[in-house]
């Protein structure tokens, strides 16, 4: 498996750059490329492999028609385009880019400590308020120093 491999021809790369611009729908700060959704770009452009972040997750539809108008409005219609769903997708998939988005878009990185750092003044005095967030793939925390709430994406 090739996941979101470099370019190897100009088609490839053409549809790199393209779903680099294909915004997740709830997080519109980060691409579908950031957070690891597109799986892998079939080295002659022609195949796209995505895996929504979880199975029910209610932006898949929206995921697949973005990246579908993306690619069309570009003139690569014809690029098929596989949603796949094992192996499940996982946070690890989240570029470092993404990371680093999703910071600045005020939502805490998913890491494996049990606090999350605040993404609104850095502080690590922070503590869970709900299990559920905005969307079932994050939870809600609060900062205890500047007492700004903000989402943390769920690790899995």
């Not at 750059?17 to 490329?33: F, H, K, M, N, R």
């Not at 957070?35 to 932006?59: E, F, H, K, M, N």
């Not at 769903?85 to 880019?97: A, K, N, R, V």
Request: charged share 20%; net charge negative; proline share 9%.
């Amino acid at each position: 498996m090739v996941i979101a491999a470099p370019a190897t021809t100009n088609r490839c790369a053409e549809v790199r750059d393209i779903l680099a611009g294909v915004a997740d729908p709830e997080i519109p700060a980060v691409s579908v490329l950031d957070l690891g959704i597109v799986r892998a770009i079939d080295p002659d452009g022609g195949q796209v492999t995505i895996t929504p972040t979880y199975s029910g997750c209610p932006a898949t539809a929206a995921i697949e028609a973005a990246v579908r108008k993306a690619l069309g409005d570009a003139g690569l219609g014809d690029v098929r385009l596989i949603t796949r769903l094992d192996p499940p997708w996982t946070t690890d998939w989240i570029t470092p880019e993404g990371r680093e988005k999703l910071a600045a878009y005020g939502i805490a990185p998913p890491s494996t400590a049990t606090t999350a750092v605040c993404p609104h003044c850095g502080s690590e005095n922070t503590v869970e308020v709900s299990r559920f967030g905005s969307t079932p793939c994050k939870a809600l925390w609060r900062c205890l120093d500047c007492a700004e709430p903000f989402d943390r994406f769920k690790c899995h």
